[in-house]
């Protein structure tokens, strides 16, 4: 059926054409004014109408390419914007932005993964940070030319360090259900509020600071006076469709530092 309708449109204006020919030969063949107004009537209804189908069935198959552009620039647009606020996604310009498809995840294993269709041909490397519009989703762990592994924050390693805007560090593991997180370690001087929002913490060259999850509850532990909380994450990990991998722009200069250093 596809192929039907690509052929159609592909061909649409020679068809047309044909069908115009044949009008104008019956019109031609009528000497009676009434019909000759039938004629052209309906063959202008059949015209327009055969011309605006094929354009929609076109646009239809085209949607997956449209989807693509768009996330594109969605992408572009994110780490165009600036911001001296709370630290969101896309919130600083020293990162680009590289779109990924997710072809396959998984949420229900103690070792989940996350597949994409970016590698290194479009400058996807392990150990970029990967985010969602939603907030923190894990790092790539490896690239191949077009496609790349991400270990989600969803898997037995994908713990990471976090903080409370305005309130210490702490640690985050994902705790067995898809939208739940433990944070653990914070200091006894900052108890987490519930609604506090947590963001993730990680070295510069990896991603910037996103938000991770929702404070739910607090409790104090008994030893050291620590608090741990519940964090409700905001990134819907069962259902993957964009992701953003975080590329720093100043990774070479950086590595050039280390090395001239070690």
């Known amino acids: 059926m596809q192929q039907l309708i690509l052929f159609l449109s592909r061909y649409r204006n020679n068809l047309l054409l044909i069908a115009l020919l044949l009008l104008a030969v019956i019109r031609h063949s009528f ?12 063959g202008t209804g059949l015209a327009a109408t055969f011309t605006d189908a094929t354009n929609g069935w076109k646009t239809y198959w085209s949607l997956e390419k449209v989807n693509d552009e768009l996330a594109r620039e969605n992408a572009i647009l994110k780490a165009a914007m600036k911001s001296n606020i709370a630290p969101e996604f896309a919130a600083s310009a020293q990162y680009n932005y590289i779109p990924a498809k997710v072809i396959d995840h998984s949420y229900k294993k103690v070792n989940n993964y996350i597949i994409i269709n970016a590698g290194n041909r479009l400058g996807v490397q392990p150990g970029m940070g990967v985010v969602s519009a939603e907030g923190w989703v894990g790092t790539v762990s490896e690239s191949t030319r077009n496609y790349a592994y991400v270990l989600p924050f969803t898997h ?37 509020q519930p609604g506090d929002s947590v963001y993730s913490y990680t070295r510069t060259e ?13 409790q104090q532990s008994d030893e ?13 990990f069962m259902n993957m469709d964009w992701i953003y991998i975080c590329q720093f722009k100043g990774k070479q ?3 050039s530092l280390k090395l001239e250093m070690e």
Do not use: C, Y
Request: aromatic content about 6%; proline content about 6%; hydrophobic content about 40%.
């Open 224 to 236: 050291d006076l620590s608090w741990s909380a519940i964090v409700n994450l905001t990134t819907d």
């Open 206 to 218: 990896i991603a910037p600071p996103v938000l991770m999850g929702i404070v739910q509850s607090a």
């Open 253 to 255: 200069e950086l590595d």
């Open 156 to 192: 037995s390693k994908g713990d990471i360090g976090a903080r409370i805007e305005g309130k210490g560090l702490g640690q985050l593991s994902w705790s067995g259900p898809a939208q739940i997180a433990i944070l653990t370690d914070v200091e006894r001087e900052f108890q987490p």
């Open 31 to 42: 000497k009676n004014p009434v019909s000759e107004h039938w004629v052209n009537t309906v």
